[in-house]
């Protein structure tokens, strides 16, 4: 099942149960403060069934919604929010070192580089396919290829610039996995470029500076990931 059938699925109950409350048929005020979190588990399940979805990330989501309720319930004492954040990090690292060299064996890179580590405004890179980590630092990127593929990206307390204006593609979809954690990630991306975001917001989100028109048999680049207390823009 899609992670929208199941968010589609939880607001049909929510407006049932507002509606029982309004009727005074049974109350509901006291149930829903205890197990609001409940919600975020339930996104967190169905994304993981969800092949368009980042597992890892669905996980984090998970997670995090089961800590919540537990902590709720007063299950877990008050401290127990202060693991969440290591936790994360270690899932994120981990899952970086494996899906690298995933990518290199899925997709064919061009080497030919020209990065200078000290001077951000002048970081130009050919890669076809881009992957990169912001730890409690800040990156900024300009991209040129004449067949992009994709992009997997993690701002973690820190800050992500790529500008992608001036790269091609051959291709009709390209994902760009954008994962926000306390962070923020800025994406340019060419004009004639179509944009569709499926990204999970959990007290962060994705948005769009300028509103685009849907422009027939041109690129469509998807948005997936998680902002987690951060955000990804796209210009």
Same mark, same amino acid.
């Given at each position: *099942? ?14 049932? /149960?507002?509606?029982? %409350?309004?009727? &005074? ?15 975020? /588990? ?9 092949? +368009?979805? +980042? ?25 127990? *929010? ?13 899952? *970086? ?23 951000? $405004?002048?970081? =130009?890179?050919? &890669?076809?396919?881009? +992957?990169? =980590?912001?730890?409690? +630092?800040?990156? $900024? ?5 004449? %067949? ?14 790529? %500008?992608? =204006?001036? /790269? ?19 994406? =340019? ?18 948005? *769009? ?6 422009? $027939? ?19």
């Amino acid at each position: *099942m899609k992670s929208k059938h199941v968010a589609g699925i939880i607001l049909i109950v929510l407006g049932v /149960v507002f509606l029982l %409350d309004e009727l &005074d048929i049974f109350y509901f005020g006291d149930i829903i403060r205890t197990y609001w979190p409940l919600l975020i /588990v339930f996104y967190g399940l169905g994304s993981l069934f969800d092949k +368009s979805k +980042s597992k890892v990330f669905s996980a984090i989501v998970l997670v995090f919604g089961s800590i919540v309720q537990l902590n709720k319930l007063e299950y877990l004492n008050e401290g127990i *929010m202060s693991y969440f954040l290591p936790s994360v990090l270690i899932i994120v690292g981990v899952n *970086m070192i494996f899906e690298s060299e995933k990518n290199k064996k899925k997709i064919k890179v061009d080497f030919d580089t020209d990065f200078d580590s000290n001077d951000f $405004e002048k970081n =130009t890179i050919k &890669d076809n396919f881009i +992957s990169h =980590t912001a730890l409690f +630092s800040g990156l $900024e990127l300009k991209v040129i290829n004449e %067949d992009f593929a994709g992009a997997k990206l993690n701002a973690i307390f820190g800050g992500i610039e790529i %500008d992608l =204006t001036n /790269v091609k593609t051959t291709k009709k979809v390209i994902v760009i996995e954008a994962n926000a954690i306390f962070g923020g990630i800025e994406i =340019t991306i060419p004009q004639d470029w179509n944009v569709k975001i499926e990204g999970t917001p959990l007290f962060g989100g994705y948005s *769009m500076n300028h509103k685009r028109q849907v422009i $027939e048999n041109a690129p469509t680049v998807v948005f997936r990931g998680l902002a987690l207390f951060g955000g990804v823009e796209i210009d």
